[in-house]
């Protein structure tokens, strides 16, 4: 094979290569945001679950505390309503 021809075979290897490497760089940097996105939802959803389940303590003690007052004595609602009515 003439000389010529040698360093024609290796450009469009090198090419590819560099091609391959910038694909490469370009799903490497894309998994990276992926990354920090998944974690940025994760700590959402922690700080949601830490909500509800307050939100559910809050639940069961004001439904105990209606309980307590159903049983305890029955209420008339007239007495509920605010005096200027």
């Given at each position: 094979?003439p000389?010529?021809?040698?360093?024609?075979?290796?450009?469009?290897?090198?090419?590819?290569?560099?091609?391959?490497?910038?694909?490469?760089?370009?799903?490497?940097?894309?998994?990276?945001?992926?990354?920090?996105?998944?974690?940025?939802l994760?700590?959402?959803?922690?700080?949601?679950?830490?909500?509800?389940?307050?939100?559910?303590?809050?639940?069961?003690?004001?439904?105990?505390?209606a309980?307590?007052?159903?049983?305890?004595?029955?209420?008339?609602?007239?007495?509920?309503?605010?005096?200027?009515?």
């Amino acid at each position: 094979m003439p000389a010529e021809f040698k360093g024609a075979d290796r450009a469009p290897l090198f090419i590819q290569e560099r091609a391959m490497e910038s694909k490469i760089t370009e799903l490497e940097i894309k998994l990276s945001h992926c990354e920090d996105h998944i974690e940025e939802l994760n700590r959402t959803v922690f700080r949601q679950q830490q909500q509800l389940e307050l939100l559910q303590a809050q639940l069961r003690e004001l439904y105990q505390l209606a309980q307590t007052e159903s049983v305890g004595e029955r209420r008339n609602a007239r007495d509920d309503i605010p005096p200027h009515y």
